[in-house]
């Protein structure tokens, strides 16, 4: 129930293309929702971020669309550039629960020129 | 760049040894929080220090212990080092217990031989 999963595991698209990367959570306390992209050799950084009484967030190229009743929310790349081209994080935490904070496997996005 | 560091950056160790990674959290942040990212897998939760107690801990033995420092800097220590222990080891700040608004160094890289 404190797992997240994430798909793809990989994900290949033009330049200019859309990626969407999916998660699902089981557990209905978890109340924020955050993406971390990761380059190698570098710690995650934090990309957005949603809580569950909002379906869509935009910051800039990038969007969370979140379905609470099933319980899935995804990222949406627009207009994905090289430099996109890195491993994305999805995951979950209970408000004010210190422990209770997961992340998905990741997916690596590569974008081709 | 995030205003987290950590050191060392890479730390070669033998099994049974014990280990101390060390990290300077954000100016502004209370909360450090400390992650293991095996190779190709999402950052795994240790344990998290605000205001110099723990917070929280995630599915770590006792030997995975930490300590947090007046100025909020935070401090991993792993006794009787396993080869499963190597990793990169991620400490994030934060402000206020939680992991909103969390901001990842880039990791010390430990190598258990």
């Known amino acids: 129930q404190q797992q997240v999963k994430q798909s793809p595991q990989s994900l290949i698209v033009q330049k200019g293309g859309i990626p969407i990367i999916n998660c699902a959570y089981e557990n209905t306390a978890f109340d924020y929702f955050p993406w971390y992209q990761q380059f190698p050799g570098k710690g995650p950084a934090l990309l957005i971020a949603?809580?569950?009484?909002?379906s869509e967030k935009k910051e800039g190229r990038f969007t969370i669309s979140f379905n609470k009743s099933a319980k899935q929310f995804s990222l949406h790349i627009m207009d994905s550039q090289p430099g996109d081209s890195a491993t994305y994080f999805c995951?979950?935490?209970?408000?004010?629960?210190?422990?209770?904070?997961?992340f998905g496997p990741g997916t690596r996005l590569s974008v081709l020129p | 760049e995030t205003g987290v560091t950590q050191s060392p950056t890479h730390l070669i160790k033998t099994r049974g040894q014990q280990v101390t990674l060390r990290c300077s959290s954000q100016s502004g942040h209370n909360t450090v929080s400390w992650y293991q990212q095996a190779l190709g897998q999402g950052p795994q939760f240790i344990f998290q220090?605000?205001?110099?107690?723990?917070?929280g801990r995630g599915n770590f033995p006792p030997r995975f212990s930490g300590l947090q420092f007046p100025n909020y800097s935070s401090e991993l220590n792993v006794n009787a080092l396993e080869l499963d222990d190597s990793a990169l080891y991620l400490c994030a700040s934060s402000w206020g217990g939680v992991h909103r608004e969390e901001y990842f160094g880039p990791g010390t890289r430990l190598t258990v031989t």
């Open positions: 220090y605000y205001r110099e107690e723990e917070n």
């Open positions: 949603i809580r569950p009484d909002v």
């Open positions: 995951a979950a935490e209970v408000d004010n629960y210190g422990q209770n904070f997961v």
